[in-house]
């Protein structure tokens, strides 16, 4: 399993996969004999916002519950991917639901409230998609780019309540990606407030262990009997000694 995920191939693999879905849309759409209703079209991708942001928040939990933590590294390919369909969500209704007409879009957006809080949604993404860099990581601090980044429950949650609100009569589909996504938050606020079921291991220092080291180390420049060896070496084990205390003659 560490190889697989070690192995960039398999985002390579992920990548194309993820891709399919849009690929099969853009055949119904262009590629048939028929042109299928926009609804068609307008739904997929909107599905596909959803299941990338349920995928995208299930990754903490997976990397703990699977003992995992290289499933971190695919996380924001598909935080990526959700923002990605979402924009084709919005493409396909501004162009072929509203032709462009940037008047009637926003008298809807007024007007409808599932447009409304599903615009949220897409306008909350983008700052994550746009921060989703390295380089964003370092220039804002990993304490603030983490809070930032909790915008996608916010985003997701939005994404829900629209996709509840559009359909209406037949909710089933829209309350699954609910009770989902609480499972999904209920377990991220457990873990945030210490109840997670990933445990935490806090560790104590022990002077009793440390200080038989930190005698040596203050020994080494006025006793010629105790060898020079270099601070780089010295690792603490608590409970016991290094190897390479031992070989040197200091376990």
């Not at 390919?77 to 008047?103: E, P, R």
Request: glycine share 8%; charged share 15%; net charge positive.
């Amino acid at each position: 399993m560490q190889t697989i995920l070690r192995s960039r191939w398999t985002k390579v693999v992920l990548f194309i996969v993820c891709l399919i879905p849009a690929a099969l849309l853009a055949k119904k759409e262009w590629g048939g004999l028929f042109f299928p209703p926009i609804e068609v079209i307008t739904h997929g991708t909107g599905d596909w916002t959803i299941w990338f942001l349920g995928i995208t928040l299930s990754i903490t939990p997976l990397r703990a519950l699977l003992n995992q933590p290289l499933l971190t590294r695919y996380r924001r390919m598909f935080g990526l991917f959700a923002f990605f369909y979402g924009c084709l969500h919005f493409s396909v209704w501004l162009w072929l639901d509203k032709d462009f007409d940037l008047h009637d879009m926003w008298a809807d957006i007024l007007k409808r409230r599932y447009i409304t809080v599903g615009m949220l949604a897409l306008t909350l993404m983008i700052p994550l998609a746009i921060t989703s860099t390295g380089w964003a990581v370092r220039k804002l601090g990993f304490k603030r780019w983490q809070m930032l980044h909790r915008l996608i429950y916010f985003s997701a949650l939005a994404a829900v309540i629209h996709y509840y609100w559009l359909v209406k009569s037949d909710v089933q589909l829209p309350l699954l990606y609910g009770a989902i996504l609480a499972v999904l938050m209920i377990y991220r606020f457990g873990l945030e407030n210490g109840r997670s079921v990933e445990p935490r291991v806090r560790f104590r220092r022990r002077p009793d262990c440390a200080a038989p080291v930190l005698n040596v180390v203050g020994k080494m420049g006025t006793d010629d009997s105790v060898p020079n060896v270099s601070l780089y070496n010295i690792r603490l084990f608590w409970g016991q000694s290094s190897p390479r205390f031992q070989s040197s003659g200091l376990g």
